[in-house]
């Protein structure tokens, strides 16, 4: 029982921690309704939307393609929102931002996402691999180096709640 009390002051303490970090917004949002917050560019739904799994398991095809991409997002860049991980069942991917173009808020972690963006193959050294799990405070094998796919998004659209 004594075990269990201190696991749960340790991670009452780590929550606590994470949410009292302050949210970095280094863009703001290009366009603003009730609902959601798109970042980029205006985001245009005029093709289908594809689950993150979907596009992973066809992922050859979509090679250097334009996907429109419904994904949970895992974890974000805590300095400055420069990329986050999308998830969809065991898919994993890294999502980076055109260009180094916009930043999306750092609090978005575990919400749905809808992103315009291509898919593409990339070698990420360890240098790489190193810096992006120091940004993102983590260790996560996700973000290995090795031949990996990401998706670079010219918009994503954040909900509001």
Excluded: W
């Amino acid at each position: 029982m004594k075990t269990l009390t201190l696991i749960a002051i340790a991670l009452a303490g780590a929550l606590s921690a994470f949410a009292d970090q302050p949210v970095v917004r280094l863009s703001e949002p290009v366009t603003v309704s009730e609902e959601h917050e798109t970042f980029g560019r205006p985001l245009v739904v005029d093709t289908d939307v594809h689950s993150l799994a979907e596009v992973m398991s066809r992922a050859e095809q979509l090679l250097d393609r334009r996907v429109l991409v419904e994904a949970r997002v895992s974890r974000v860049c805590q300095k400055k929102g420069c990329f986050f991980i999308a998830t969809d069942g065991d898919n994993v991917v890294r999502v980076s931002f055109r260009d180094y173009g916009f930043f999306v808020p750092t609090d978005i972690g575990s919400k749905s996402v809808l992103l315009d963006g291509s898919l593409v193959k990339v070698e990420r050294s360890p240098a790489q691999a190193t810096h992006l799990k120091e940004d993102a405070g983590d260790n996560d094998a996700s973000l290995d180096a090795g031949v990996v796919y990401e998706i670079v998004a010219d918009a994503v659209r954040v909900p509001r709640a």
